[in-house]
């Protein structure tokens, strides 16, 4: 458990701070006050004090408070010399909120780039600081292994990469990835599968990898996390609105300037698929409020609290727990149907492949270089991961007379891998006179519309 320290003074006016915690956490104040307190108003916690110099008005007094349960807490000592207050809140998250599936560590390297910057050097995964180089995820998918964990500095992604060498590895049975202390949440990063392995992409996220040369863990969780806002809606726009989506069963503490008692649902705004509160602290001109909002199922979710004047709405998506549990390396359930030979025909340990259709009616309008725009990139293309797999499994139906484009002619737009999910399409004619054939200067009658239903082959379901 953690004891935090805190110092303030309320000799001559009100004071307060917010200090969020775990259950079972202490918080101790030295107060500099006037003559003896008393500990007033408690909720979610248990509180002491310990005043010297009682007798004066130049006393001191040792505020202790330890909350009690996971949600929000408040705690209030009060002087009568003046009438002034002290007031502590926050919130303490369960110490069960969260449940480490399986821990590696990675020293920082350099991957090479084929454009030729950084340098030929790898970082490498250990089970154990010091121990010996170990990919493996025992305890999170059984037989498989690390294949990648890297971020690319020029489009700011991270990307994680699991060989599927036991076709176990499924996408719901972690919550969250922390790399040295950064969260990733899974529910935000794409994820994309091959048959010898599953990736996981993070788009328009920070670097959490330190210098190389460092070791640091990285580590699965299930469970529920905590996230704090703070806003302030006693002054400045008088509506205000954040976003977050999280894991159903999280917890967001909104730690609001506001005035007077604000409540929950202002506004004909009920709670939407989550829980709502508030604990408010000195309700008058500037209170302080603490509001709690805990998503309870999968789906949109929204809050609001404030007054009819002011107020702050809280929304955003609630996405299932993982399943949690370790994924068994072998697959021994299911069933199988046989031929009147004897022959397996069904087998439902088997993976199915299929066409899966991913775009209908994709037009796009092309003109020839430097007469206007010759590339559009296309981020439709899903679970496209490499210029190989576009090619292999990907096909483009020409559906404006052009035919099939398995063999571009001169008129198809040529197709190029940029990133996962993202496809470049590259004007490619050739500006010929319509009656002659010869070649002449380009305009923009040469702009070309190739209009197309995408299929992806032998994707697994």
Same mark, same amino acid.
């Given at each position: 458990?953690?004891?935090?320290?805190?110092?303030?003074? *309320?000799?001559? =006016?009100?004071?307060?701070?917010?200090?969020?915690?775990?259950?079972?956490?202490?918080?101790?104040? @030295?107060?500099?006050?006037? #003559?003896?307190?008393?500990?007033?108003?408690?909720?979610?916690?248990?509180?002491?004090?310990?005043?010297?110099?009682?007798?004066?008005?130049?006393?001191?007094?040792?505020?202790?408070?330890?909350?009690?349960?996971? =949600?929000?807490?408040?705690?209030?000592?009060?002087?009568?010399?003046?009438?002034?207050?002290?007031?502590?809140?926050?919130?303490?998250?369960?110490?069960?909120? +969260?449940?480490?599936?399986? $821990?590696?560590?990675?020293?920082?390297? @350099?991957?090479?780039?084929?454009?030729? !910057?950084?340098?030929?050097?790898?970082?490498?995964? #250990?089970?154990? *600081?010091?121990? =010996?180089?170990?990919?493996?995820?025992?305890?999170? !998918?059984?037989?498989?292994?690390?294949?990648?964990?890297?971020?690319?500095?020029?489009?700011?992604?991270?990307? &994680?990469?699991?060989?599927?060498?036991?076709?176990?590895?499924?996408?719901?049975?972690?919550? #969250?990835?922390?790399?040295?202390?950064?969260?990733? +949440?899974?529910?935000?990063?794409?994820?994309?599968?091959?048959?010898?392995?599953?990736?996981?992409?993070?788009?328009?996220?920070?670097?959490?990898?330190?210098?190389? =040369?460092?070791?640091?863990?990285?580590?699965?969780?299930?469970?529920?996390?905590?996230?704090?806002?703070?806003?302030?809606?006693?002054?400045?726009?008088?509506?205000?609105?954040? $976003?977050?989506?999280?894991?159903?069963?999280?917890?967001?503490?909104?730690?609001? &300037? +506001?005035?007077?008692?604000?409540?929950?649902?202002?506004?004909?705004?009920?709670?939407?698929?989550?829980?709502?509160?508030?604990?408010?602290?000195?309700?008058?001109?500037?209170?302080?409020?603490?509001?709690?909002?805990?998503? $309870?199922?999968?789906?949109?979710?929204?809050?609001?609290?404030?007054?009819?004047?002011?107020?702050?709405?809280?929304?955003?998506?609630?996405?299932?727990?993982?399943?949690?549990?370790?994924?068994?390396?072998?697959?021994?359930?299911?069933?199988?149907?046989?031929?009147?030979?004897?022959?397996?025909?069904?087998?439902?340990?088997?993976?199915?492949? @299929?066409?899966?259709?991913?775009? +209908?009616?994709?037009?796009?309008?092309?003109?020839?270089?430097?007469?206007?725009?010759?590339?559009?990139?296309?981020?439709?293309?899903?679970?496209?991961?490499?210029?190989?797999?576009?090619?292999?499994?990907?096909?483009?139906?020409? $559906?404006?007379?052009?035919?099939?484009?398995?063999?571009?002619?001169?008129?198809?737009?040529?197709?190029?891998? *940029?990133?996962?999910?993202?496809?470049?399409?590259?004007?490619?004619?050739?500006?010929?006179?319509?009656?002659?054939?010869?070649?002449?200067?380009?305009?923009?009658?040469?702009?070309?519309?190739?209009?197309?239903?995408?299929?992806?082959?032998?994707?697994?379901?």
């Amino acid at each position: 458990m953690t004891t935090y320290t805190l110092n303030s003074n *309320i000799r001559s =006016g009100d004071d307060s701070d917010v200090q969020h915690v775990t259950v079972g956490d202490t918080v101790e104040v @030295t107060v500099l006050t006037g #003559y003896t307190p008393s500990v007033s108003t408690l909720v979610n916690c248990s509180a002491s004090r310990v005043t010297t110099n009682g007798s004066g008005s130049l006393s001191s007094t040792l505020f202790t408070v330890t909350p009690t349960s996971g =949600g929000a807490y408040s705690a209030l000592l009060y002087q009568p010399y003046q009438a002034n207050t002290y007031t502590l809140t926050g919130s303490a998250t369960g110490s069960a909120g +969260t449940t480490i599936k399986d $821990t590696k560590f990675l020293t920082v390297g @350099t991957y090479f780039s084929a454009t030729g !910057y950084g340098n030929p050097y790898h970082g490498n995964i #250990y089970e154990t *600081i010091g121990g =010996g180089a170990d990919t493996t995820l025992t305890d999170l !998918y059984a037989g498989s292994s690390v294949r990648n964990l890297y971020y690319n500095t020029s489009s700011n992604t991270l990307t &994680l990469q699991i060989n599927d060498a036991q076709s176990n590895v499924v996408n719901n049975v972690w919550d #969250y990835l922390t790399i040295d202390g950064n969260t990733f +949440t899974r529910f935000e990063a794409t994820f994309t599968q091959v048959s010898a392995y599953k990736t996981w992409t993070w788009t328009s996220v920070s670097n959490p990898f330190p210098s190389n =040369g460092n070791t640091i863990p990285f580590t699965f969780y299930t469970g529920s996390l905590t996230y704090q806002f703070a806003v302030n809606i006693r002054t400045g726009t008088t509506h205000q609105t954040a $976003t977050k989506n999280v894991v159903a069963g999280d917890t967001i503490i909104t730690d609001a &300037l +506001t005035s007077w008692a604000p409540a929950v649902a202002v506004n004909s705004l009920a709670p939407v698929n989550c829980t709502a509160s508030v604990t408010v602290t000195n309700p008058g001109v500037a209170s302080n409020t603490v509001f709690t909002v805990v998503p $309870t199922g999968p789906g949109a979710y929204s809050a609001r609290f404030g007054s009819a004047g002011r107020s702050f709405t809280l929304s955003g998506t609630s996405n299932a727990q993982a399943v949690g549990g370790i994924t068994s390396g072998t697959v021994d359930f299911g069933f199988e149907q046989y031929d009147v030979s004897g022959n397996v025909v069904v087998d439902s340990r088997e993976a199915t492949e @299929t066409f899966l259709e991913i775009a +209908t009616g994709l037009s796009i309008y092309l003109l020839p270089p430097n007469v206007g725009t010759s590339t559009y990139d296309w981020t439709g293309c899903t679970g496209v991961t490499s210029q190989a797999d576009l090619d292999d499994n990907y096909v483009f139906e020409r $559906t404006d007379g052009g035919g099939w484009n398995l063999f571009v002619t001169e008129f198809n737009h040529t197709r190029t891998y *940029i990133s996962p999910g993202t496809v470049r399409f590259t004007w490619n004619g050739a500006c010929r006179n319509a009656w002659t054939g010869y070649p002449i200067t380009c305009t923009a009658f040469h702009g070309v519309t190739n209009v197309f239903n995408v299929l992806a082959i032998g994707k697994t379901l």
